[in-house]
């Protein structure tokens, strides 16, 4: 096992997190992933192409970027997977977003084999993670944290070390709930507003010089509501919907009332009925115009 560093999954978020990590680390990257494409594009920032095998066999520190927590367990746990291979002393870093309760059990089966294991969920946009710029929520121990910090701001401007194993995950989560809820006020904002004659611009514009600005209302509002732009190569609705399902699950387990997450879900999951769940999540302004015969 050298230093090298692997990275498994190379989509949407993967491929500029990749890129930068290759770029910026002086190390060797090899990345594995179902479509070639993005590993040809690789190849200009250095990345060489990988079998899992190979990944497993000769990679110090292994990062994880997939759809979910199926496709996590199934690359981990399943048959011929990452925890059968991994040479001890390794470190796998989960970057996907997917359930505590399976960030806390890979822990515990991956520290079996005497491989460390972080829940290092992200956050913000493509476009961060194209700039290096993304949010890194990690769960883990101390000494882990400290070995992988390094690595995580190639990719991120802010990597905050949340707790033990699953912390990450769970502050991820919550994060995108109320960013999700955030936008759902912003889309019946914006119909309210075009409903009563009142130009969408000049009511997003205003909103951000008084108490509801926010992140999200200059990113989600004012570049894809507004304009509707709502592209299929990023967080789609069926994404969105699979974070929040993670958010209200883990509300129930512990009888938390999640009124607006339900809501938010509700919406999303009309956008995915409407045919946007390919689409940019935000899309869910849709389902909004759909109940007032505004669309």
């Avoid at 002086?26 to 070639?36: F, P």
């Avoid at 890979?106 to 969920?121: K, R, S």
């Avoid at 967080?235 to 009888?255: C, N, P, Q, R, V």
Wanted: net charge negative; with cysteine.
């Amino acid at each position: 096992m050298t230093d090298m560093i692997g990275f498994i999954g190379v989509g949407t978020m993967g491929e500029p997190m990749c890129a930068n990590l290759a770029r910026k680390s002086g190390m060797t990257v090899l990345a594995s992933d179902r479509d070639r494409a993005p590993l040809e594009r690789l190849a200009a920032a250095g990345v060489k192409s990988a079998a899992l095998d190979e990944i497993a066999a000769g990679c110090r520190t292994i990062f994880l970027s997939l759809p979910g927590g199926r496709e996590v367990e199934q690359i981990c746990l399943g048959e011929g997977g990452l925890l059968s291979k991994v040479k001890p002393g390794a470190t796998v870093v989960d970057l996907s977003t997917a359930p505590v309760a399976l960030a806390r059990r890979l822990f515990a089966a991956f520290e079996g084999q005497a491989v460390a294991f972080a829940d290092a969920p992200v956050a913000r946009t493509r476009q961060a993670a194209i700039d290096g710029t993304l949010s890194i929520m990690v769960g883990a121990t101390a000494e882990t944290f400290a070995r992988i910090a390094p690595l995580l701001r190639h990719m991120a401007s802010e990597v905050t070390h949340c707790g033990d194993a699953g912390a990450g995950q769970t502050v991820k989560i919550l994060n995108n709930m109320i960013l999700f809820q955030t936008v759902v006020a912003l889309g019946e904002a914006l119909s309210i507003a075009r409903a009563h004659g009142v130009d969408g611009k000049v009511l997003y514009e205003t909103l951000t010089k008084g108490s509801a600005d926010s992140f999200a209302l200059r990113n989600h509002g004012m570049k894809a509501m507004l304009p509707g732009v709502f592209p299929e190569r990023a967080f789609s609705t069926e994404y969105a919907l699979k974070d929040l399902g993670y958010a209200i699950e883990m509300a129930g387990e512990k009888g938390v009332p999640a009124l607006g997450a339900d809501v938010a879900r509700e919406l999303m999951e009309r956008a995915v009925e409407l045919g946007h769940g390919k689409e940019y999540w935000p899309v869910l302004l849709r389902a909004i115009e759909d109940a007032t015969g505004n669309g």
